[in-house]
């Protein structure tokens, strides 16, 4: 019975030494592994921070791209100009010429004094327009907003939109809706809206989304979606103005004071007539453009009284096979006339 | 030439959009007139005077001799009475315009020259320095006190002192608002019609406008008379059919109009309501008519042949039944300072008068008759004005050719009819008051103010009632008798309370839906839809088998629904050849993004959802890849193509055309277009040659596309001209890559190549059949929208 249980010591002693020894290589294989996950580690921090030099050095190559492909884009918008001159571009480019220093202006090529060309502006086509209109701004404001990022500049007020995101410019709102609508809204004012338009679009990241987005749907949304009562219109007012002050400020267009001739602007008696045209009070008497139905209703309304001169609208096409030609007309008679 | 006819401003005096003129000039005129004592000064060219003075002609001293065709009115039917008792119309013009027989010395008669006051622009001694130079001269008219205005080409300025105070656009300067509005808007106009349960009413008249053109308060008159669940328009303000929309009434319910006269206050919106949704008739004499057209004619440069395919004119005789809807109207000629009629209606037994613009007092009359203006029977049939009608609608105003309110309330009095049925209308804001002393009520605009009368032998028939629908529908319009009658006894009738759904989404759509009464709604997202009676629904699941797509509501407290099940549905199809096609083609365009298409475009996106339905119906798809032609120059225009998706070139607009391809055709092409396009005048053609001197002479059409950008959803593309005339294109058009390079990284590459488009060739339909597409027709050889 001793014997037995000696014997049963023995082997519990040689299994537990055996377990110890299976204990200590464990233990072995663990420092081992633990020294392998240690140097692994090392290893990838070593990796990472080769990684991250990599990818300083290719944020850097990314961005030279970026203001590489950028210039390049203001090259192709010159190209294409040099076919199709856009004036809205034109505009792009003053208001540019006029937040830039000249210097700038020359490093960019862009001096404001691309080709006039006659204005031609069909109407309806407005909205297609304006979104070329826009990409050409998008990529102008990409630019600027490289620029932006390499000079660490901080960015600009984003307050005042006013083409761009729906709410009127300040000076828009003046002329509310039920108030008597005396405030004119003088193309320096719209200018310089345009103005606000592009600093806050060079900043306003969310913006650029927006206008990308406008681009890919194509003609769907108006990138401009002022509360304008005829969509077009301040476009082509801004155009008339940039236009006209191109001719009429030529000399100080280097300067990058364009907008002499519209300082004194919101002085001006404009009145938009309720029901359509346009009063405008001169020293010779209120002058009237178009003529609306009901539109004595408006004047004698707003205390404008009947003003005296109208200037008529033009005529449209001439010459049209379905258009009269007043000699015929006056002798036809309805052909269902008599029975 | 001047800058008055080169022009290819966008502005006009007609606003095509709106279909109303911008040039009215009366209103202005008479004002300045005969209440400031002083003409109006219109500044233009001289070139304009003559059409701006044959539209206030119209208006003022009326047509000529030669255009009064008042004996040919009456017809075979005409008793002597009837006959002797017909107005010497041109005598009573002259007489209103101050002539006066045996007065000596002759008082001198008012002429349109005397009111006009012209200021023309002429050539300025200033050259241009820059714009401008290219057409060789400037246009400006000196008003005095140092104020120039300058014709700036595509608007004016006006210059005081050498400083442009003010640039007016062309496009301003022909606007017009619906409602009015200040330029810069900030409250979005949602158009969201309010439903109001305002149901038809068998007889009926409702007041849109009830002032005058002088009153700076009201509206202009005009009102509505309802005739067996249908409307007929009298004289309809601006914007009528938006003022009826707002108070729940479908345009589609407006089936005619009543033009009085040629007075500014009155035919306003004639030309407006004429062109807005389908073909409506109109109802007046042919010289009122004539006029109209020769007034509108003149004012939109469109030809009056063209005017007046747009309308379907019913010339009436005059003291002769005219029967419009089951209602007899009788016409008669009034007294005004141009040619006015009044009308009498009767339907089952009840009877309205509108006086229109009169001249009405006996003492009066009878001293005209004296001066030999006025026949005695004259005298009589215009005193025996029919007071004694259910309703009377009576004109008040000024004399010499208005009615004043006191004879209005003698006459009542003497005729022994109650004052009661009597409504004033034609009044000013501060003649109420005046009309109140005289016991007399005014006419109140607005639907709840809707006069209804009763007839005692008023009866309700379903059957009309279904007859009438099925007309309103334009799947079912062209049925024959036989065919109406099936369709009758293959519907039924259902009727829903408010909120209570009348079909569910993703049960089978197996019957077609007609809405008799009431309105129905359909909510996908966001975006309800409300549709009214006449509105169909579930045409597209009845064809396909598929499961309903969105709930259906009932809107209204009431409505009738008619149900057509699919087996009825798909054999009416299977008996109409022609209206299966449209269906299927119907069902294929709604798939595949024509709604994309049709919202993307400024000029579609207006359409009523029936004419989108009727112009869907029109589309076929074609699918094209980078570098397919979709026409090409030289070939025969026969089709408007409006894109879908993609992007597309006009290559001799976009690419530069190289000078070995420079065709020897050039006589002939310069020949062809210059008949179209010579509004664009010298002024083009110079610049054209001094810009390509090396290229084709004069290519004009090239130069109106040439700031055409990319073509893109929603365009749409036509040679309306070449379609008319069998002129071949001169522009080529193909699919092309997307031009920015960016849009090339953000769309997959397969996708670039497949393009879509549309093309429509039944335009013509259309081009009669709504404002956009007239605007359209008329304006532009090559339209891009």
Redesign the interface.
Known sequence: MGSGSSSSAAAAATRAAELEARIVLHEAAQMKLQKDVTDKNEENRLLDVQLETVENQVDTLRMEMQELEAANRVLKIKAHRMNDDDDFTKLSDLVEARRQSPDDLSANGLTGTAPERRLTVLSVRSESEMVIAAEQRDTLEELGATRERRKRRSSGALSSVGLIEGTPSENARMSSRDGILRNAVSASNLLSSAGTVRSALSSSADARRRLSSHSIIGARKRVTEYKCRTPGFLEKTLRAAAAHTMRTTKMNTVKGEMLTTFKNGQDLPFVFLPRGGVHVQTPAGALQFGLPPETIKDTLNLGLGVPQLFVVPRKCTRHHPTRSSLTRDSEHVPSTRLR | MSA??T?????????MHNG??????E??AF??FF??K???????YEE?R???E?IITEAFVGP?PS?L?IN?EY?KFATDEVRAAAPDMERELRYFRGERLGVDPPPKMLEVATFLDW?YFTESPER????EA??GAMYEVD?????R?RD???????N?NG???????????????YP?????????FISTPEIVNFEIPRFGVTVLGNAH?????G??TGFAVWVNGQGCLVDPP?YSSQILLESGIQAKSITATILTHCH??HD??TFQKIITEDKVTLMTT?TI??SF??KY??VS??????L?RLVR?R?VFVQEPTYWNGASFRFFYTLHAIPCVGFEVEFEGKRFVYSSDTFFEPDGLDKMCRDGVLSEARRDSLKNFPWDCDLVFHEAGVPPIHTPIVSIAKACAASGSPKENVRLIHIGTGQHAEAADHGLKVAEPGVQNTVVLYSALQHHDDNLEFLQLISMVDIFRGFSVPQALELMLLSKKHVFKRNEVIAQKGEPGDTFLIIMHGAASVTFGSFKKVFHSGDYLGEISVITGATRSATILCESVECTIVEIDKYAFNYFLSQNRGLAMRMDNLVQTRSDGSW?AL?????LRGLSASQKTLLQALLTRRALVKGDIVFRKSELPNQLVLIAEGQFILEEVHK?QPAAEKSNEEDYWTNSMR??T??YGA?DIV?KKSSHKQQRPIDVNE??L??????????MFCDV?GM??MLPLTVTMASDFPF????LK??SATRDLTTTVRTLSILRRLATLTTPLCSL????TH???
């Not at chain 2, 109303?20 to 000039?25: A, F, G, K, Y």
């Not at chain 2, 440069?301 to 063209?306: N, V, Y």
Request: glycine share 6%; aromatic share 10%.
């Open positions: 008055y006819a022009s290819e401003s966008t502005g006009e005096r007609f606003n109303l003129s911008v040039c009215e000039l209103f202005p004002f300045n209440v400031l002083r003409p109006i000064a219109l500044v233009t304009a003559v059409e701006i044959s000529r255009n065709y040919r017809s200021r241009p320095d820059s714009a290219e057409t008003l005095g006190e140092g104020v205005v700036l080409q595509y608007g004016f300025s006006v005081v400083e442009d105070i003010a640039l007016v656009s062309d496009e301003e300067h022909s606007s017009c608002f009015p509005t200040s330029p810069f808007n900030t409250d979005e053109g002088f009153d700076s308060k509206s202009t601006p500014a206050d306003a919106g042919t008519f004539a057209l020769r004619g003149a440069g469109l030809a009056t042949e063209f007046e004119f010339p994309a919202s993307g475009n400024s000029m530069q008949r179209v010579s509004r002024a610049k130069s109106e040439k700031d055409v950008e990319l073509l893109k959803t929603g365009a001209i008319q005339n920015i390079i960016k849009r953000a769309v027709w008329t304006k532009r339209c891009v929208f």
